[in-house]
């Protein structure tokens, strides 16, 4: 073939190769070592000196002329590949994005969080206790003697006559205090669920959540359980809150109080929520009682301690407004998603 038509030939084949893979075959085909112009050069050594000196500047501008062409089409190749390539892979921008739907915390455990982070930043200990318990650590470690009306079948779940579901978190209180005896200081705040045999209604429910707070220590008095509750009524619902309390009665403090918080919808006045009253009975506590502490292993006559529980539903209730305690359990998604706000 001669040199002409080589040419000719391949800058065609080079025109209409239709992609870069396409003209990378077209480009072995006619400059690999295999290809055509390597065979032309290959006849050189056949010729006379003369002829293979014309002959050979030829082939090197045949191999020129190629080299250029294939340079041109691979560049508008490159360019014709990457446009459509941008083309296919383009991002409508004005399409709609896709919601990602998130769940949030379960209200209980937004209050449980909010309290126990109030008592880790006065340096408590977050502490938990089995649920299925045994009977000397809900009653008997709580003083809470045989003949109590609280540890009567018609208010406890008994398992058998040993073990019971936890009717209190002042359970986890007692081996807490069981655990520490001797030492000092021990502040511990201690959530969990609790079981009573109670019917179920709007404020009533046979399984609900309480959380108790636990500080035993030299020379712990009324006056330090008196500003622990304040702080906490305070952070709970909010800065402006005063609390009340009352004389009252647990087995496992001596003396007792019941707690009330200034309503925090009508700010004292009186209203619907606080029955006209200004006031929110929220806590249970007192001083731990004398033979508590004994029984647990400490000396009352060194050490003194104080105690204080809620109902976590009730606190919920209280702060979102909501008016049945039973939404809590049938986490309704509606009801459940109101609380992403507050997150
Ligand atoms: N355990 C009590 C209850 O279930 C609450 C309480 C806790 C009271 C700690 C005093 C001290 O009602």
Not at 17 to 43: C, D, F, H, I, P
């Amino acid at each position: 073939m001669s040199i002409e038509s080589i040419q000719q030939e391949a800058l065609l084949a080079i025109e209409t190769a239709s992609s870069v893979a396409a003209l990378n075959e077209v480009r072995q085909q006619y400059l690999s070592k295999k290809g055509s112009v390597a065979s032309l050069m290959n006849t050189l050594k056949e010729l006379d000196p003369e002829e293979r000196k014309s002959f050979g500047a030829q082939v090197n501008a045949l191999k020129q002329s190629l080299e250029a062409a294939f340079e041109t089409a691979q560049t508008r190749l490159e360019a014709i590949e990457l446009a459509l390539n941008l083309k296919k892979e383009a991002l409508d921008m004005t399409l709609p994005g896709t919601t990602m739907v998130s769940g949030t915390l379960h209200p209980l455990t937004m209050v449980t969080q909010a309290i126990e982070d109030i008592f880790l930043g006065m340096g408590y200990h977050v502490v938990e206790g089995p649920e299925v318990e045994l009977d000397l650590y809900n009653f008997e470690r709580a003083n809470i003697p045989a003949n109590h009306p609280a540890r009567d079948m018609q208010d406890t779940f008994y398992i058998d006559v040993e073990w019971l579901l936890r009717t209190h978190t002042t359970a986890i209180q007692t081996r807490a205090l069981e655990a520490s005896a001797p030492h000092v200081p021990l502040k511990v705040i201690c959530p969990g669920k609790v079981y009573r045999k109670d019917d179920d209604d709007a404020t009533h429910s046979h399984q609900f959540m309480q959380i108790e707070g636990l500080v035993v220590g030299e020379g712990v008095s009324m006056a330090n359980l008196k500003h622990t509750l304040e702080t906490l009524a305070k952070a709970m619902f909010g800065e402006e809150r005063k609390i009340r309390l009352r004389p009252s009665y647990f087995q496992f403090t001596e003396p007792s109080v019941e707690v009330d918080v200034s309503c925090h919808i009508c700010g004292g006045k009186g209203c619907g929520i606080c029955k006209h009253t200004g006031w929110i009975e929220v806590l249970g506590a007192g001083m731990v009682h004398p033979h508590v502490l004994k029984i647990a292993g400490y000396d009352p006559d060194k050490v003194s301690g104080f105690a204080f529980g809620c109902g976590v539903e009730r606190i919920a209730m209280l702060k979102y407004g909501v008016d049945d305690i039973r939404h809590f359990y049938t986490n309704a998604k509606p009801f459940l998603s109101v609380f992403k706000r507050f997150e």
